[in-house]
């Protein structure tokens, strides 16, 4: 409870935190901004807020300032909706650069300026151009120099807005950096954290782990980035496309509106009866003059009026009655007869009955055009002709591209808001729990082995509190880790229980064989002793660092017992007898070897790929091979012998040595020392010898703790013969 509060006041601290600061930056961008206007300088400087906010706060505060200022602005000056797109996209690119820290460094200082040009002079300048077009006269004199040297209006006017727009970005930058640096040292904030946890904060070092980890196809993270990107554009292009097709029909329709009254202006002023006169008299005719004058000064009215025009339809074609002259090669002369056009032919047998005739969109040697006709009626409703009037259509692209611009602007910048919204919040509700609970689980396999509360632990710490189906999944998690740490620790318990009665039953087999021989009974103890030693020296060398681990000193200590098990087949009397034996019974002894590996191998049949076995056996069959190639039962040298079995060579050797038997008393510890040191390299290998010898303390203490052992039990096992 105490981590979900400290992650509730955390947040609560960093979204004030993220409020102020978006606060600021906006009245650090209006104050920019105005200050240029008031000085009238050719700059903007109007992004120095949306940077700042963007490199303290992240991306969230950042496209907040961005949007916000131009919609401020745009209640003013509608055009800044249309260029908050610019604002938005820097905002995204100044919270990047912050986070790989693009700011601290000269040279990726000046990359972010070039890329805060490239947004607001280059793609600002072919915004502007796609929504206004570009008017020298009011242009700026980089724009003037460079069109004067032979660019077209666009480039000029583009490289003109680049250059400047450097300059603007570069002094913004500046500007933003002494702000951060003051920030900093007045404040002591570096960054603030607007986050929005479903779980205990995660420290940022997991968020790099979180986000660095890789998936075996795509994250999930992609798929929902993917999948928001595709249904926005969807639906942007259906809703752009039913909004063009409303648009383009409103702007024909408009059109055929202002057609349609000129049509019916142009109707008033003909008499229909005389329209014989009007074509074989002309302008020879003070009447037809009025009404033609009448007509040409319509169609200067209106810029987008190319023709207006009377007619009188026949089978040949168009019988010209009025034209109005506008300085327009076309013009017609009354009687003209000008053949139908390919797109009138629909309408011919309309047109000869004297109907309505829809407005038709033509596209011909005339050019671009929509052409409405008005049928002109005697007193007896008879069409004598048609008043008409072509509107140029050209215009109407130049609506339309100006219209898709400012679609494709507000959805751009509307796109890349929403998708910083969407995928800040998928981060902190989907991404960072199920990564989190991921992690987890993975460590957990890791922990259980040495704290086997210590996964599960993890597991709970998260505290993911997201109120949907992954707080389902992580409770669900927390219960079958708890269970599995149970469970495993069930069974560690029950596997140390097993170890343990293995290693008692092989000591206890192992006494069993040599307390036959009444001075040997220790020499299973002190062996596998002398054998750690050795094991925990070669750990120390490079060399044996990947060999000597802890499972294979484990293996070794505890199979150590076995090595002289095949002396179970070796009569009592050959193992008590005093003084040297014969060639026949030292050969007989020698066999103990063979014995021990057969006994070994048959157990190992019944176990299959037990280490545990194949080291006792390597022990027990090759532990009196000696380095030279001299020993028996097979006469093995150098490596070819097993390392474990060299081991125990040593061991053995030493043990015999110092401990009484029933042939020999027990040698000092120098003595035995020598013999050890003088056999380094013909029966010990001397890697091993150099080992044991280095370990002296050590085994000094084993083999005097040995031999005191020794003497207390002679001197029980003789008080006890003399009671009896």
């Known amino acids: 409870m105490d981590a979900y509060n400290k992650t509730v006041k955390k947040q609560k601290s960093g979204l004030l935190e993220a409020f102020l600061l978006v606060l600021a930056g906006l009245v650090i961008n209006l104050l920019f901004s105005n200050l240029t206007k008031i000085l009238e300088l050719p700059l903007y400087i109007d992004?120095?807020?949306?940077?700042?906010?963007?490199?303290?706060?992240?991306?969230?505060?950042g496209v907040a300032v961005g949007y916000i200022t131009n919609a401020i602005n745009g209640?003013?000056?509608?055009?800044?909706?249309?260029?908050?797109?610019?604002?938005?996209?820097?905002?995204?690119?100044?919270?990047?650069?912050?986070?790989?820290?693009?700011?601290?460094?000269?040279?990726?200082?000046?990359?972010?300026?070039?890329?805060?040009?490239?947004?607001?002079?280059?793609?600002?300048?072919?915004?502007?151009?796609?929504?206004?077009?570009?008017?020298?006269?009011?242009?700026?004199?980089?724009?003037?120099?460079?069109?004067?040297?032979?660019?077209?209006?666009?480039?000029?006017?583009?490289?003109?807005?680049?250059?400047?727009?450097?300059?603007?970005?570069?002094?913004?930058?500046?500007?933003?950096?002494?702000?951060?640096?003051?920030?900093?040292?007045?404040?002591?904030?570096?960054?603030?954290?607007?986050?929005?946890?479903?779980?205990?904060?995660?420290s940022d070092e997991e968020i790099k782990i979180i986000k660095k980890s890789k998936t075996s196809n795509m994250s999930?993270?992609?798929?929902?980035?993917?999948?928001?990107?595709?249904?926005?554009?969807?639906?942007?292009?259906?809703?752009?496309?039913?909004?063009?097709?409303?648009?383009?029909?409103?702007?024909?329709?408009?059109?055929?509106?202002?057609?349609?009254?000129?049509?019916?202006?142009?109707?008033?002023l003909i008499d229909t009866t005389r329209i014989e006169e009007y074509i074989h008299k002309g302008t020879k005719d003070p009447e037809y003059n009025e009404i033609k004058e009448v007509m040409e000064r319509i169609a200067r009215s209106h810029g987008d009026i190319k023709y207006v025009y009377v007619v009188r339809m026949t089978p040949s074609g168009y019988e010209a009655i009025f034209d109005a002259d506008i300085g327009d090669e076309n013009y017609w002369h009354p009687g003209q007869l000008i053949p139908f056009q390919e797109h009138f032919k629909p309408y011919i047998a309309q047109a000869l009955r004297g109907e309505d005739i829809p407005a038709i969109i033509m596209d011909d040697e005339f050019g671009w055009l929509l052409s409405i006709f008005k049928p002109v009626k005697d007193a007896n409703g008879v069409t004598v002709c048609y008043s008409c009037v072509d509107i140029h259509m050209s215009h109407l692209q130049a609506d339309e591209n100006n219209f898709l611009a400012k679609v494709i602007a507000l959805f751009v910048g509307f796109f890349v808001m929403v998708l910083a919204v969407f995928l800040w919040l998928t981060d902190y509700c989907v991404i960072y729990p199920i990564n989190a609970l991921a992690m987890a689980a993975k460590d957990m396999a890791f922990h259980v082995s040495g704290s086997e509360r210590e996964g599960a632990d993890n597991i709970r710490r998260l505290g993911i509190r997201t109120g949907d189906e992954i707080e389902t999944l992580y409770k669900a998690l927390v219960r079958t880790s708890e269970e599995i740490v149970h469970n495993i620790a069930d069974i560690e318990e029950?596997?140390?229980?097993?170890?343990?009665?293995?290693?008692?039953?092989?000591?206890?087999?192992?006494?069993?064989?040599?307390?036959?021989?009444?001075?040997?009974?220790?020499?299973?103890?002190?062996?596998?002793?002398y054998a750690k030693i050795i094991l925990e020296e070669l750990r120390k060398d490079p060399k044996y660092k990947d060999i000597i681990t802890e499972d294979y000193e484990y293996t070794i200590i505890n199979s150590a017992p076995l090595h002289d098990v095949g002396k179970i087949q070796i009569p009592d009397s050959l193992l008590n007898k005093n003084g040297r034996l014969t060639?026949?019974?030292?050969?007989?002894?020698?066999?103990?070897?063979?014995?021990?590996?057969?006994?070994?191998?048959?157990?190992?049949?019944?176990?299959?790929?037990?280490?545990?076995?194949?080291?006792?056996?390597?022990?027990?069959?090759?532990?009196?091979?000696?380095?030279?190639g001299t020993g028996y039962p097979y006469g093995l040298k150098g490596e070819e012998i097993p390392l474990s079995a060299r081991i125990m060579a040593?061991?053995?050797?030493?043990?015999?040595?110092?401990?009484?038997?029933?042939?020999?008393?027990?040698?000092?510890?120098?003595?035995?020392?020598?013999?050890?040191?003088?056999?380094?390299?013909?029966?010990?290998?001397?890697?091993?010898?150099?080992?044991?010898?280095?370990?002296?303390?050590?085994?000094?203490?084993v083999a005097k703790e040995n031999q005191e052992k020794d003497e207390a039990d002679e001197a029980a096992a003789e008080a006890a013969k003399d009671n009896k």
């Open 47 to 61: 992004n120095v807020g949306i940077i700042l906010t963007s490199i303290l706060g992240g991306y969230i505060p």
């Open 650 to 701: 040593v061991a053995d050797v030493f043990d015999a040595l110092v401990s009484k038997r029933s042939y020999k008393p027990g040698f000092p510890i120098e003595k035995a020392f020598d013999i050890i040191r003088d056999g380094a390299g013909t029966h010990f290998d001397p890697e091993i010898a150099k080992a044991f010898l280095n370990a002296e303390k050590e085994v000094r203490r």
């Open 75 to 202: 209640i003013s000056d509608s055009s800044s909706y249309y260029y908050g797109t610019l604002s938005v996209i820097n905002a995204v690119i100044a919270a990047y650069g912050a986070r790989r820290g693009w700011f601290k460094k000269f040279p990726t200082i000046i990359l972010s300026i070039g890329l805060f040009a490239f947004v607001g002079g280059a793609l600002g300048s072919v915004l502007t151009w796609m929504l206004y077009g570009f008017d020298l006269e009011s242009a700026k004199d980089f724009a003037v120099y460079f069109h004067d040297k032979g660019l077209s209006d666009f480039w000029a006017q583009f490289c003109s807005d680049v250059i400047y727009d450097i300059i603007d970005k570069a002094i913004t930058v500046i500007i933003v950096l002494v702000f951060v640096y003051l920030i900093k040292v007045l404040f002591k904030i570096k960054r603030i954290d607007f986050n929005f946890w479903h779980q205990n904060v995660l």
């Open 494 to 529: 029950q596997k140390d229980t097993i170890n343990k009665m293995q290693n008692a039953l092989i000591t206890v087999l192992a006494n069993m064989v040599e307390n036959r021989d009444k001075y040997t009974g220790n020499h299973v103890k002190n062996t596998a002793a």
């Open 583 to 628: 060639d026949e019974e030292f050969k007989k002894m020698q066999s103990h070897t063979l014995a021990g590996q057969n006994i070994i191998d048959e157990a190992a049949t019944m176990v299959k790929d037990s280490a545990y076995l194949n080291e006792a056996r390597n022990l027990a069959a090759y532990h009196h091979e000696k380095w030279n």
């Open 220 to 268: 999930l993270r992609s798929k929902i980035l993917i999948l928001l990107a595709v249904v926005m554009i969807v639906i942007a292009l259906v809703t752009a496309g039913i909004s063009f097709l409303i648009f383009r029909e409103k702007l024909i329709e408009d059109n055929e509106d202002m057609g349609t009254g000129i049509t019916n202006i142009t109707a008033e």
